[in-house]
């Protein structure tokens, strides 16, 4: 937040400058010349913080959690051919992990929406991690853990619509109280 105080700091410190130098002068000429010069400072002035963000190293994924399995491939370099696929399947499988928590998350949150008399206990779902077939990262199973036997076929239903699954591929568990 500093960094952005200083910048606002500066601009104003080069418009009150300029105005008392452009008041001084005298003829429109030079006044003119001076505008000029003055447009190009305020120009550079704008523009300096986009030209510091593009000097600093900018992470787009910013705190992804990186495995340990990653970091070790990434600190033996470039050791061979191998590494690179290795390093692929790495993040592949990191890819998939993120992938199916937040399937998972939307499911619970969407389960606990449709039907709200019950507890969702837990969700697991079972995707298509064949990474060179058409299916790849489609959902293929699903495990529902809920609190009430009442809503078993309804929730059955709902998570099979949901995740574009056969309704046979879902399994519904109840709660142990």
């Known amino acids: ?22 008041i001084l002068l005298p003829g429109s000429g030079m006044k003119r010349c001076m505008k000029f010069i ?3 400072a305020m120009l550079a002035m704008v523009l300096s913080p986009i030209s510091d963000l593009m000097q600093e190293d900018v992470s787009v994924l910013g705190n992804v959690p990186v495995s340990e399995e990653l970091r070790e491939l990434a600190a033996r370099g470039d050791s061979g051919e191998g590494d690179d696929s290795a390093i692929s399947r790495v993040q592949t499988k990191q890819i998939e992990t993120v992938y199916v928590e937040k399937l ?14 019950i507890t969702v206990t837990s969700v697991e779902i079972y995707i298509n991690n064949e990474v060179r077939s058409s299916g790849f990262g489609k959902p293929e199973k699903a495990s529902v853990t809920i609190s009430d036997p ?25 709660a142990e109280e």
């Open 1 to 22: 937040m500093s960094a952005v105080w200083e910048w606002v700091r500066n601009l104003t410190v080069i418009v009150i400058l300029f105005s008392f130098v452009e």
């Open 104 to 117: 998972k998350a939307r499911l619970e949150e969407d389960l606990k929406e449709k039907f709200s008399g």
């Open 150 to 174: 009442e809503f078993e076929k309804a929730v059955r239903d709902f998570t099979a619509d949901r995740l574009q699954i056969e309704k046979r591929s879902v399994t519904i568990a109840l």
């Open 38 to 40: 003055f447009s190009l």
